[in-house]
């Protein structure tokens, strides 16, 4: 890919059917965009609702008030669950967001 050399570690978490795919993914530098640039181009398997990288090609079979609301707002379903800086001994923890949860439900089903 194009850009600064960047490495990212992919683990397939959970499947949902045909639509979607929940990965753990780990990087060595931190580059602006990495995660979504590796998913869209490596991958071939963008974000979804990544409107930059192409997540917003995704057909989804409903279109509910919750991802319209997603989409008009420029969120994606990227979420940091935990962020480490060895550098600084930081270590910081998040869980997912509930639109989120709610996005991928009306996604699948």
Same mark, same amino acid.
């Given at each position: 890919?194009?850009?600064?050399?960047?490495?990212?570690?992919?683990?397939?978490?959970?499947?949902?059917?045909?639509?979607?795919?929940?990965?753990?993914?780990?990087?060595?530098?931190?580059?602006?965009?990495?995660?979504?640039?590796? $998913?869209?181009?490596?991958?071939?398997?963008?974000?979804?609702?990544?409107?930059?990288?192409?997540?917003?090609?995704?057909?989804?079979?409903?279109?509910?008030?919750?991802?319209?609301?997603?989409?008009?707002?420029?969120?994606? $379903?990227?979420?940091?669950?935990?962020?480490?800086?060895?550098?600084?001994?930081?270590?910081?923890?998040?869980?997912?967001?509930? #639109? #989120?949860?709610?996005?991928?439900?009306?996604?699948?089903?």
């Amino acid at each position: 890919l194009d850009g600064r050399p960047a490495t990212s570690f992919y683990q397939v978490m959970e499947r949902f059917g045909q639509t979607a795919t929940k990965l753990a993914i780990k990087t060595t530098q931190g580059r602006k965009h990495q995660v979504r640039i590796h $998913c869209s181009k490596g991958l071939h398997t963008p974000i979804i609702l990544d409107q930059r990288y192409g997540g917003q090609r995704i057909m989804y079979r409903k279109q509910s008030d919750r991802l319209k609301e997603a989409r008009a707002r420029d969120r994606l $379903c990227l979420h940091a669950d935990t962020i480490v800086v060895r550098d600084l001994n930081l270590h910081v923890a998040s869980t997912l967001p509930t #639109w #989120w949860h709610d996005v991928i439900h009306d996604i699948i089903s």
